[in-house]
């Protein structure tokens, strides 16, 4: 088996040894600052706009804010395919499979950014009508929505540069890139809304510019790593390698299509209640936004720590990692969400303009209910989304599509019945029902795969592991 000589600055994370839960969270703490650091354009975009624009301007970017979920939702998906083989190769030892990966990402990213930054732009209004967006704030939702659009290629490049780096164990980039980002986001942020008031498009344009400064700074470390060098002549497809990402993308993001639905439903339905309801929605999702890059972080590093032992055919391994992970998870989100909720009101503030003291009173409110409903449920959160990680990288994606069917049914059941019987609040449990039906199924699916996994090993079934 060929391998290819590593990059003077490679430094690869192997995860086959050691202690399970101890690797796996060591691993995560860069990529918890940047994730941080990532939630930070969103906040920071938030509180300018909020505090120096007003009510209005905050709640036409929230009214958006399941369409760019779903846009990132492409990012991610299309980077957990590739970083799932990508890092199996590394536990095998396979650099030379794992530079093929490498080519076949470049021309996925390319095609589908293009393709996906043209339909969207070209369906804008309507994507505005169908979310119900209030007429009053009609423009300025559409002109932040077109300007990420146009980022589409920006995003795509950052998010499979830096799944394949943490695929080869390399978790420092995507702190550095979202440190060095979230400064120029920042800067450009008062530049543009403060002193030049720019507006909600002028916040825009600072997060299009920031993520640029993300995917260079990825790509530079791609640069340093030999096994990212590749010649013009090697841009050809590698359809084994297309299938295998295909086959584990499309279950991945139907998932996260079908929640998206859900949520949009919801977004559609709470729009129609007036901007002061959405403006304290999205106070709230910024909250959720911070404490979910935490969760999202844990699930990145446990996600390359079972595609790696896969590949190294340590399924007893698997499951002792995914078990101490859970258990340690479940304890952090417990701190969060005491600290969270005793500083929740001072938090809320930071979004919220008074100078309407009404509107704000009413956006207040909502917020406060929002984010303690939605903390309540956080615990269930954390388990079911490492749970579907592990399934997902264990090569069964299918059950966290059958568990995105069952979020949609569980969202529009919430708001359907649900607001004729306890009114507004049923908007603010959507997402906690979503995670409750969901979690049994890819948390039992996992550990009944494992089990047999185990069971093979023992009787030395090496074939059967679907690497």
């Known amino acids: 088996m060929k391998q ?75 980077a957990n395919a590739f970083s799932i083989p990508a890092a ?46 209030p007429e009053n704030i009609y423009q300025c939702a559409g002109q ?93 497809p590698d359809f084994g390698i297309l299938q295998e990402i295909t086959r584990l993308f499309l279950p991945m993001f139907f998932n996260s299509v079908i929640i998206a639905f859900g949520g949009l439903y919801v977004q559609k339905n709470m729009n129609a209640l007036g901007s002061s309801f959405t403006a304290g929605i999205s106070a709230q999702s910024k909250i959720f936004g911070v404490l979910e890059a935490v969760v999202m972080a844990v699930q990145t590093s446990l996600g390359v720590f079972v595609s790696q032992n896969l590949g190294a055919r340590k399924p007893l391994r698997i499951r002792q990692g995914l078990l101490q992970c859970t258990v340690a998870s479940l304890l952090l989100t417990a701190v969060l969400v005491g600290v969270t909720l005793h500083f929740r009101e001072l ?28 903390l309540y449920g956080m615990g269930i959160m954390t388990a079911m989304y490492l749970h579907r990680v592990a399934i997902q990288a264990l090569h069964h994606p299918e059950f966290s599509a059958i568990a995105g069917v069952c979020q949609l049914i569980a969202r529009v059941v919430t708001i359907a019945i649900g607001s004729s019987v306890i009114g507004k609040t049923a908007y603010f449990i959507t997402d906690c029902t979503a995670w409750l039906v969901s979690l049994p199924i890819v948390a039992i699916p996992c550990y009944i795969l494992l089990h047999k996994m185990i069971k093979e090993e023992s009787a030395g079934q090496v074939g059967k592991h679907p690497v």
């Open 88 to 133: 199996i190769c590394i536990g095998k030892k396979d650099r030379e499979g794992f530079h093929r990966i490498v080519v076949n990402a470049v021309l996925y990213g390319v095609v589908l950014s293009f393709v996906g930054t043209i339909l969207l732009a070209l369906t804008l209004h309507t994507i505005l009508r169908l979310l119900n967006v």
């Open 4 to 78: 290819l000589r590593k990059g003077k600055s490679g430094s690869t994370v192997i995860m086959t040894s050691g202690i399970p839960a101890a690797q796996i969270l060591r691993f995560s703490v860069p990529l918890v600052f940047g994730n941080l650091f990532q939630q930070m354009y969103s906040i920071i975009d938030a509180a300018v706009i909020g505090n120096y624009v007003g009510v209005e301007a905050f709640a036409a970017v929230g009214c958006t804010g399941w369409v760019c979920w779903l846009i990132n939702c492409f990012f991610r998906d299309s």
């Open 144 to 236: 932040y929505l077109l300007v990420y659009i146009l980022g589409i290629p920006l995003g795509m490049t950052f998010s499979l540069a830096t799944a394949l780096l943490r695929a080869d164990g390399n978790s420092e980039i995507t702190f550095r890139a979202m440190t060095a980002s979230t400064i120029t986001n920042v800067a450009l942020d008062l530049l543009l809304v403060v002193v030049f008031r720019a507006g909600v498009l002028g916040a825009a344009i600072a997060t299009w510019l920031a993520s640029g400064v993300a995917a260079v700074l990825a790509l530079e470390e791609c640069a340093k790593r030999e096994e990212f060098h590749f010649a013009l002549g090697e841009l050809r």
């Open 347 to 374: 938090i809320l503030k930071l979004f919220l303009s008074t100078k309407d003291a009404v509107s704000y009173a009413q956006a207040m409110q909502v917020a406060k209910d929002a984010t303690r409903m939605i």
